[in-house]
């Protein structure tokens, strides 16, 4: 596989479940990404690592909970989630954080009921 | 601070008609611009970038996109749509002093026979 793939696409669960979104990207990139996209709102960036490391969380819910375990993967571990947290969750990587382009992959579409 | 406009939050065009997306962004400097565009179910995928250089930057896909600093504005053209041109488009403003990326709304383009 090429790019970055994302799993599961579609996701529904009960506020009292626990789930993870899964991000693997086949780039040879050193940065990825996690980013909320609610309808007819900007992208949210929610969280940033570079070379495994977190270098930045936006202030995101404690609900969510990222984990990079190597540089071409990333996961968002989910639990206790509102409704108001279903949207489309995208990964993407770039070479590095800096001036450099993103790569998205396809999202998650997370439904909490 | 930083913000990106895309005025317009949904545009029909006629297949074979031309297309132009408007995004005017706030930031002191010279940025790094991007757009995106998005169909259904499916992640961002980079249409064009401006970094330096030549101010009219091509794209895939036919787009193109002039980057006018005296009015802070990154338009998205396109002579002739085709209706595969029918999704959701982002503009996206690099800042290039600490290289926060920051999103449009979007701008939705319908295109009808």
């Known amino acids: 596989e090429t790019g970055v793939t994302q799993t599961p696409r579609h996701l529904v669960m009960g506020m009292t479940n626990k789930k993870s979104l899964k991000c693997e990207q086949h780039l040879g990139h050193n940065a990825m990404y996690w980013y909320k996209q609610s309808a007819k709102k900007p992208l949210e960036l929610m969280f940033v690592?570079?070379?495994?490391?977190?270098?930045e969380n936006n202030s995101v819910p404690s609900r969510f909970s990222p984990e990079c375990p190597n540089s071409s993967h990333l996961f968002l571990h989910l639990h206790t989630l509102q409704p108001e947290d279903s949207a489309l969750y995208l990964c993407a990587s770039s070479q590095n954080t800096g001036a450099n382009v993103l790569t998205f992959g396809a999202g998650s579409r997370l439904t909490v009921l | 601070a930083q913000s990106v406009t895309q005025p317009d939050i949904h545009i029909t065009v006629s297949e074979g008609a031309s297309l132009e997306l408007r995004c005017n962004y706030s930031y002191g400097a010279t940025p790094y611009l991007f757009w995106y565009v998005q169909s259904p179910g499916q992640g961002l995928q980079l249409l064009l970038k401006?970094?330096?250089?030549?101010?009219l930057v091509q794209g895939i896909k036919g787009f193109e996109a002039e980057f006018k600093r005296s009015q802070s504005s990154f338009n998205l053209r396109k002579p002739s749509v085709h209706w595969s041109d029918a999704a959701e488009y982002f503009c996206?403003?690099?800042?290039?002093?600490?290289?926060?990326?920051?999103f449009g709304a979007g701008t939705t383009v319908t295109v009808r026979a």
């Open positions: 401006y970094f330096s250089g030549d101010t």
């Open positions: 690592y570079n070379f495994k490391e977190q270098t």
């Open positions: 996206a403003v690099l800042r290039s002093n600490d290289y926060k990326l920051s």
